[in-house]
């Protein structure tokens, strides 16, 4: 007899739902948390860490919490006869001056107008489902931050002055942040096509720029914006002191910006600027059409990294005595009728919330884009 | 060597019999140079193209086969001689290469679609931004050259979602939807798995029977047999041998051509 070499198949196999021990919520446990013996120790080590963590800080903030009081008093153990965790009438009655710092009380409503519009027309603007959007983002960028200026410096249609000194708190935090972020991103893609341009000009002047912003600390840019600038212009320029480090902030972020977008922009292959310009696309055609999109694309994490750091770096201004909202925290520290053992803590708690929740949500939204933007490359 | 068009054998009605014109030159390269660094990469290349003639071009790699393609668009560019395609001659001013970008479309060895727009957008971004036609028109003129390709069902889907084959026939609808008066092709099926290189080398071919002038860097000897009017064989940045197709094959004048077919012809 010959052993039979041939086979040919007859039938297709036809496919099978996976084993039993796979699937379901068991199958996940066994294989995710318990699959090894370090797996179990990991999970159950990190389990252990998060109560560790989270109990005294629920704790703190709500179960041993004050929730009503007028002044200190409401606030010391004695007086409440348990231990204490957060103070919140001390946010309650600073919160005025937390959000705005020290804006005419009777104009507030302009600070508000202006929150609600920016909102509202972000709101348009990152919702994708919403249309119009090139009139939406022709508004945002371009009519808002101008209404936004006069609504909030104010000396025209009967609206009052306020000088941006009087300005604090939050509205400085998000002043600042926000005109750092629209304005450095476009600005920093300039930068990283300066960086890659062709022409030895462009491309020199580039590199000395990021390279300069990128090699000074921040607090040195705001000290020379705030004390040096001055100097050195003529007398008659007067520069507004927030405008001088507005300045300052967004040129050291748009150097950091460039960095990360030339990142973007090196991981495209050479083949998609030939595919552009074969078809015809003159220069700008091309990078806006074609490679800038891919690029940016690549680079989101790194941008709201940025972004991000921008936001939190914005706090450093009190150096140069501009009170944003960690600023005007501070100062309340010093309030000597809401000095108790748990007002510093509980005016940090504050702020980091607020930090946590405008970061998280931009990490949140990075993630939602990357996700609608991805093509499956 | 013989730089006019050949004219066509008599007999066989075969593809690269259907001519437009034999009297307009197409593209007209004048004693090109180029270097690469101290690489000399094109030696003094001459080749005149015919309007509605296909060229073939072959030889080993490092010759200088894409340099010569890429330079016809100035994609690549080159240190001395002329490159005048349909009538106008490539110059620094960048107005001449515009001009005649818009004229010439390039298929790719590795496609080169855009990913981050669907198969549509990439056959109407062109149109669009450089003709200045209306979207609607673009969608148009883009679903009837992806009918043409025969994919028109895959007009909403991504690039990475579709085969290498269909990358390629979507790559040569955007090239057309410029409706582009002459084609070349930079080793078109050499990136394709095997069972795929038919689906594309049938679409060039009839692209060549409705009489494209077009310029083929390939090694695909049953498409060159089928539709070139012309072969050319580069070897060291120079053209060793233009001949026509039955000549080229059975009957090779230069020694090089014929070490290069028999090792590509088994």
């Known amino acids: 007899m010959v052993a039979q070499l041939a086979y040919v198949r007859r039938e297709l196999a036809a496919p099978m739902p996976p084993p039993l021990a796979a699937r379901g919520v068991f199958g996940w446990m066994r294989y995710r948390l318990f699959g090894s013996l370090l797996n179990s120790v990991l999970t159950v080590v990190s389990l252990a860490l998060f109560v560790v963590v989270a109990w005294p800080t629920i704790r703190f903030l709500l179960i041993d919490a004050v929730w009503d009081g007028a002044s200190r008093a409401d606030c010391l153990p004695e007086t409440v006869g348990r231990p204490v965790g957060a103070c919140w009438p001390f946010i309650a009655r600073k919160f005025a001056q937390f959000m705005y710092g020290f804006y005419p009380s009777d104009q507030i409503w302009r600070v508000n107008l202006t929150y609600f519009l920016g909102a509202a027309l972000l709101a348009q603007l990152v919702i994708p489902r919403v249309p119009y959007k090139a009139t939406n983002a022709i508004l945002f960028f371009g009519v808002f931050p101008v209404v936004a200026y006069f609504l909030l410096v104010g000396g025209v249609l009967g609206l009052e002055h306020v000088e941006t000194r009087r300005w604090g708190g939050m509205l400085v935090t998000l002043v600042i942040s926000f005109t750092g972020i629209i304005v450095s991103l476009p600005l920093g893609i300039l930068?990283?096509?300066?960086?890659?341009?062709?022409?030895?000009?462009?491309?020199?002047?580039?590199?000395?720029?990021?390279?300069?912003?990128?090699?000074?600390?921040?607090?040195?840019?705001?000290?020379?914006?705030?004390?040096?600038?001055?100097?050195?212009?003529?007398?008659?320029?007067?520069?507004?002191?927030?405008?001088?480090?507005?300045?300052?902030?967004?040129?050291?972020?748009?150097?950091?910006?460039?960095?990360?977008?030339?990142?973007?922009?090196?991981?495209?292959?050479r083949g998609q600027y030939e595919g552009a310009m074969a078809l015809g696309l003159g220069y700008w055609r091309m990078m806006g059409l074609v490679i800038l999109p891919q690029a940016l694309k690549h680079?989101?994490?790194?941008?709201?990294?940025?972004?991000?750091?921008?936001?939190?770096?914005?706090?450093?201004?009190?150096?140069?005595?501009?009170?944003?909202?960690?600023?005007?925290?501070?100062?309340?520290?010093?309030?000597?009728?809401?000095?108790?053992?748990?007002?510093?803590?509980?005016?940090?708690?504050?702020?980091?919330?607020?930090?946590?929740?405008?970061?998280?949500?931009?990490?949140?939204?990075?993630l939602y884009t990357e996700r609608r933007l991805s093509t499956g490359r | 060597m013989d730089q006019d068009a050949q004219s066509p054998a008599p007999g066989a009605p075969r593809a690269r019999d259907i001519r437009t014109t034999k009297n307009e030159v197409a593209v007209d390269i004048i004693d090109v140079s180029k270097w690469f660094g101290e690489f000399h990469v094109l030696r003094d290349v001459s080749l005149k193209v015919m309007r509605g003639e296909r060229i073939v071009i072959c030889g080993p790699s490092g010759g200088g086969k894409s340099t010569?393609?890429?330079?016809?668009?100035?994609?690549?560019?080159?240190?001395?001689?002329?490159?005048?395609?349909?009538?106008?001659?490539?110059?620094?001013?960048?107005?001449?290469?515009?001009?005649?970008?818009?004229?010439?479309?390039?298929?790719?060895?590795?496609?080169?679609?855009?990913?981050?727009?669907?198969?549509?957008?990439?056959?109407?971004?062109?149109?669009?931004?450089?003709?200045?036609?209306?979207?609607?028109?673009?969608?148009?003129?883009?679903?009837?050259?992806?009918?043409?390709?025969?994919?028109?069902?895959?007009?909403?889907?991504?690039?990475?979602?579709?085969?290498?084959?269909?990358?390629?026939?979507?790559?040569?609808?955007?090239?057309?939807?410029?409706?582009?008066?002459?084609?070349?092709?930079?080793?078109?099926?050499?990136?394709?798995?095997?069972?795929?290189?038919?689906?594309?080398?049938?679409?060039?071919?009839?692209?060549?029977?409705?009489g494209m002038t077009m310029v083929v860097v390939s090694h695909e000897m049953g498409f060159a047999r089928q539709v070139a009017n012309r072969m050319v064989l580069m070897d060291a940045g120079q053209i060793v041998e233009v001949n026509q197709p039955e000549q080229f094959f059975s009957n090779p004048q230069h020694e090089r051509t014929r070490l290069f077919l028999s090792q590509i012809l088994h």
């Open chain 1, 299 to 366: 680079v989101i994490p790194g941008i709201v990294n940025s972004f991000i750091a921008l936001f939190k770096d914005t706090t450093l201004v009190l150096i140069v005595a501009i009170f944003d909202l960690l600023g005007q925290l501070r100062a309340a520290f010093a309030d000597p009728n809401w000095a108790t053992p748990t007002t510093l803590f509980t005016g940090f708690a504050f702020a980091g919330m607020i930090y946590f929740a405008f970061s998280f949500a931009m990490s949140r939204y990075a």
């Open chain 2, 68 to 210: 010569l393609l890429r330079c016809i668009n100035r994609i690549e560019d080159w240190q001395q001689g002329r490159v005048i395609v349909d009538g106008v001659e490539i110059t620094a001013d960048l107005k001449t290469i515009d001009e005649v970008r818009r004229e010439v479309g390039m298929v790719f060895q590795s496609f080169n679609l855009f990913p981050h727009l669907t198969v549509l957008e990439n056959c109407t971004l062109a149109p669009i931004w450089v003709r200045g036609l209306p979207k609607r028109e673009a969608e148009t003129i883009a679903r009837h050259y992806l009918a043409r390709v025969r994919i028109p069902e895959q007009a909403d889907k991504y690039p990475a979602q579709l085969s290498g084959g269909q990358q390629q026939r979507v790559a040569i609808a955007r090239a057309l939807c410029m409706q582009p008066k002459i084609m070349l092709f930079d080793e078109p099926t050499s990136a394709l798995d095997p069972e795929m290189v038919k689906e594309v080398l049938d679409t060039m071919v009839e692209l060549a029977m409705d």
């Open chain 1, 191 to 269: 930068l990283a096509l300066g960086r890659r341009s062709a022409m030895p000009v462009i491309r020199l002047l580039s590199i000395i720029f990021i390279e300069f912003w990128r090699g000074v600390p921040l607090i040195t840019v705001l000290f020379f914006a705030t004390y040096m600038l001055p100097l050195f212009l003529p007398g008659s320029w007067k520069l507004d002191g927030l405008l001088r480090v507005l300045i300052g902030v967004v040129l050291f972020a748009a150097a950091y910006m460039a960095e990360v977008v030339r990142g973007g922009l090196q991981a495209i292959p």
